[in-house]
């Protein structure tokens, strides 16, 4: 077996973003009126969007749409309680440079995504980041990482994925990747 390809989720795997999104989202939740506990917040981490939401119960579309607005605008403040996991992020930046390909593989939204690649300086440590709208569907469909693969040209066999989420566990499985669980 050789690897070519190195995956890794973002939020929880290579960045522990648990604590800076609590914050955001409780932000957003506050100037809409609802409050968010850390205990909910947590039963719901890893969710794309609207699952968050639908977990939640927030059915209202104008509400989604605001918490979704004030969490993207606020999350940058909260940046300062990210926490780089980095081993990975050295073995990741090692196996580029010795041939390797890698990509983030994220349901987070591209804007926030790139915000926090940017922040802990590491967006030219991939050759390839999608986020959650780049893909139909989230986590635990394999969808995002077969689109990885099929980019990057590589089979399954070849590749290595590291997550956290139970979710992203099952994309992983799914896609048929070599995966290995990740916890920060």
């Keep these: 077996m050789e690897i070519k390809l190195i995956i890794t989720d973002f939020d929880g ?4 973003t648990f604590q800076a999104n609590y ?9 809409v009126g609802l409050a968010l506990s850390e205990e909910d917040y947590r039963k ?3 969710l794309r969007f609207d699952g968050f939401m639908d977990a939640m119960g ?10 979704r607005a004030i969490k993207g605008e606020c999350y940058p403040d909260f940046f300062g309680l990210l926490h780089v996991n980095r081993p990975l992020l050295d073995m990741i930046r090692m196996f580029r440079q010795g041939g390797g390909m890698t990509a983030v593989a994220s ?23 999608l986020a959650g709208e ?6 635990p469909s394999p969808e995002i990482y077969n689109t990885v693969m099929s980019r990057m040209g590589v089979t399954p066999g070849e590749t290595l994925i590291f997550e956290d989420s139970n979710v992203g566990l099952q994309a992983a499985e799914a896609a048929g990747a070599h995966y290995i669980r990740v916890r920060l």
């Design 13 to 16: 795997t290579l960045v522990n």
């Design 23 to 31: 914050h955001a989202y409780c932000q957003a939740f506050g100037e």
């Design 44 to 46: 719901c981490y890893g």
């Design 58 to 67: 927030i059915d209202d579309a104008t509400v989604r749409q605001r918490i």
């Design 107 to 129: 349901t987070a939204r591209a804007k926030n995504l790139n915000n926090a690649l940017t922040h802990i300086g590491a967006t030219d440590d991939f050759d390839l980041i």
């Design 134 to 139: 780049d893909v139909k569907q989230g986590k």
